[in-house]
């Protein structure tokens, strides 16, 4: 720019000297109309124009001089207000949290179910075989995830669930230290869902290898995820103790799993082991009159020994075809007096294959699927031996299902007969589930 100004400014000053010099009556030496100037004449217009000339250069210098120390100027006081405004935000954050939105999400899901059913207490010990129909709020779920840091999130989880009981509880509500995209070990403490099984299922009602083995503590874990490798090992004081040891920290269990998803395809195997299946929920919240005293003597807190247990899924996804495999039992029998089955000590276990196949229709995502599940020796804790399952599902709108689900349980036979009250009837179940579900 200043090369511009200079430039500009001479041809200014020649072009207003030759004008001048015209004016002034000196003759144009081009010209025939009168004699040229001087050499002495001609030098002094020289000179004179020369002084002209750095007189203009001089002007331009300080304009150009001006012009920097403007921008210099403006440049600090541009510094001098970032700094400002970043000295004003340092403040801000000392004195307030950043706003909660930028580190919190919150999402959830509502579930209404309409049922109908041949055997409405689901009691398969007795002989009650009476028809009901109903419509629950069947699940209200509310997940927070908080973002503390690079480092450290936290994560709770409020459920409810149509079980009996009409309050929110904390359903989980843990803090993970670590992050997976920049180092494969973690660590996760609170009560937590405990990795083992996974139950995945696209029906509307849960797996009956969820019943047997789904398991919620206060543990301390330590995981890790790596080129679709993953796996953790944890450690937690458990409800049940058995006769020879105090209430400590003496209950564990880990899991190890592979999972790959390629251009329509995807699978994920996964193995799992518990040193005490006696802590999951199921048989936690068991109150029985086992040996038909009249008395509940299941005593969780009175183990005579842990029983291990065992877990192990397989998922395999191709286009729109799934195929989902899990086993979840016992690993050895109880012990005598506890969980039995045709009288003697039981090894309870449950297994579910299930298909699905996902498509669109009008536009909209609807899964077809079958499932076949199955239980042994778990008489005891009022699972069906057989069930069968046929369910449909479509987004009708963004985020919003609506599901239908058909099953049909087969109840253990008369042959096989428990202790006391607990005897198989053969009572087999017909039910049918209309379900409104939404997801934010």
Not at 139 to 154: G, Q
Not at 225 to 252: K, Q, T
Request: charged share 20%; proline share 3%.
């Amino acid at each position: 720019m200043k090369s511009t100004l200079l430039s500009t400014m001479c041809m200014s000053l020649v072009l207003g000297v030759s004008a001048t010099g015209l004016a002034a009556g000196v003759p144009d030496y081009q010209g025939s109309d009168g004699p040229l100037p001087s050499r002495s004449e001609m030098w002094d217009l020289i000179k004179k124009q020369q002084r002209e000339l750095d007189a203009l250069k001089s002007q331009v210098g300080d304009a150009s001089k001006g012009i920097d120390a403007n921008r210099e100027s403006n440049a600090s006081i541009a510094q001098k207000t970032d700094d400002l405004a970043a000295s004003v935000e340092s403040a801000k954050e000392s004195m307030f949290p950043a706003h909660w939105s930028k580190h919190i999400s919150i999402g959830g899901v509502v579930e209404v179910d309409a049922s109908v059913t041949n055997n409405a207490d689901g009691d398969y010990s007795t002989t009650n075989d009476d028809d009901g129909s109903d419509i629950v709020l069947a699940t209200v779920e509310l997940d927070i995830h908080a973002t503390v840091n690079e480092w450290v999130s936290s994560d709770i989880v409020l459920l409810y669930e149509d079980d009996g009981e009409t309050q929110l509880d904390v359903d989980s509500a843990t803090i993970t230290i670590g992050n997976t995209d920049k180092y494969p070990i973690y660590m996760t403490a609170g009560l937590m869902g405990l990795p083992f099984g996974v139950y995945p299922s696209n029906m509307i009602s849960d797996p009956m290898t969820l019943d047997i083995g789904e398991t919620y503590d206060t543990a301390v874990l330590v995981g890790f995820e790596h080129a679709g490798w993953y796996g953790s090992f944890y450690v937690f004081n458990g409800e049940s103790n058995n006769m020879n040891s105090e209430d400590e920290i003496e209950h564990f269990g880990g899991n190890l799993g592979v999972a790959h998803e390629g251009d329509g395809f995807t699978f994920e195997i996964e193995v799992a082991a518990i040193n005490s299946l006696e802590n999951s929920d199921m048989f936690t919240g068991m109150d029985q009159d086992l040996d038909g005293d009249g008395t509940a003597d299941w005593d969780v807190g009175q183990m005579q020994d842990y029983v291990p247990g065992v877990s192990a899924h397989a998922i395999l996804g191709i286009g729109g075809f799934a195929l989902i495999g899990e086993f979840t039992g016992a690993a050895d029998e109880f012990s005598a007096g506890e969980i039995t089955f045709d009288g003697s000590p039981a090894q309870p276990y449950a297994w579910n294959i299930e298909a699905g196949y996902t498509t669109e229709i009008n536009e909209r995502s609807t899964t077809f699927a079958i499932a076949y599940q199955e239980s042994d020796e778990a008489l005891d804790l009022g699972l069906p031996e057989e069930r069968f399952l046929a369910g449909v599902s479509m987004e009708i709108l963004r985020n919003t299902t609506l599901a239908f689900e058909y099953a049909h349980d087969e109840d253990y036979g008369t042959e096989h007969t428990g202790t006391g009250t607990n005897q198989g009837s053969g009572n087999d179940s017909d039910s049918g589930t209309l379900e409104l579900a939404v997801e934010f």
